[in-house]
């Protein structure tokens, strides 16, 4: 799902780095995200903050997706020799072989995609065996929340509570080793077997 103005404006704020620089992020630094020498995907990388952040690690190659062009051109400004941003849609993840990467990133963006499902079907493929997603997502209940207060128009077929996500991730045979959840938001670390 492409944000309307009110939403990329909003991700788009300092407010909004603050919050990735100073909880999500470090939260993922917590669980175990390591990048040095790894082949990282983001999905949803947004204006590239997220590849900001990573490279401070120095991975062997970061790739940036995101489905609005508007954002992969603000992310280009990080781009680098091992840093890459495309246009791609996180359900249809094609572009990379089986098993090419070594972590993939959610900053929270699985509740834009109405095709989730699919999006974590080919995260699991992308993903090396042993590799490690990092997930932060909201609850359905926060999403409501912030539909009402902020006007942002969240799909409705991409609103998944925290349970049944995790449930999807059970039959991908993806396994969560770490996780924290605060009453309508959680951060996982999910081991490929």
């Not at 954002?71 to 941003?85: D, G, H, P, T, V």
């Not at 090396?128 to 207060?149: C, H, I, N, Q, Y």
């Not at 969240?154 to 349970?163: G, N, Q, S, T």
Request: charged share 30%; hydrophobic share 40%; proline share 4%.
């Amino acid at each position: 799902m492409k944000l309307d103005e009110k939403e990329f404006r909003a991700m788009n704020h300092p407010a909004r780095r603050f919050l990735q620089r100073n909880f999500e992020y470090p939260c993922f630094r917590r669980f175990g995200l390591s990048a040095a020498g790894r082949d990282i995907l983001e999905i949803g990388c947004g204006s590239g903050y997220g590849a900001w952040l990573l490279s401070g690690s120095a991975p062997r190659s970061y790739v940036g997706i995101d489905i609005m062009p508007e954002q992969i051109a603000l992310a280009m400004r990080y781009e680098r020799k091992n840093r890459r941003f495309f246009v791609m849609d996180t359900s249809d993840l094609s572009a990379f072989g089986d098993e090419s990467k070594d972590i993939i990133v959610d900053f929270g963006i699985l509740h834009h995609v109405e095709k989730w499902p699919r999006a974590l079907e080919e995260c699991s493929r992308v993903l090396k065996k042993g590799g490690t997603m990092f997930v932060e997502e909201p609850s359905t209940a926060l999403l409501v929340w912030w539909d009402r207060v902020f006007n942002w128009n969240h799909p409705r077929d991409a609103r998944f509570d925290l349970e049944r996500f995790e449930r999807k991730l059970d039959e991908l045979g993806l396994v969560i080793e770490r996780k924290i959840h605060l009453f309508v938001w959680a951060a996982y670390a999910i081991r490929k077997g």
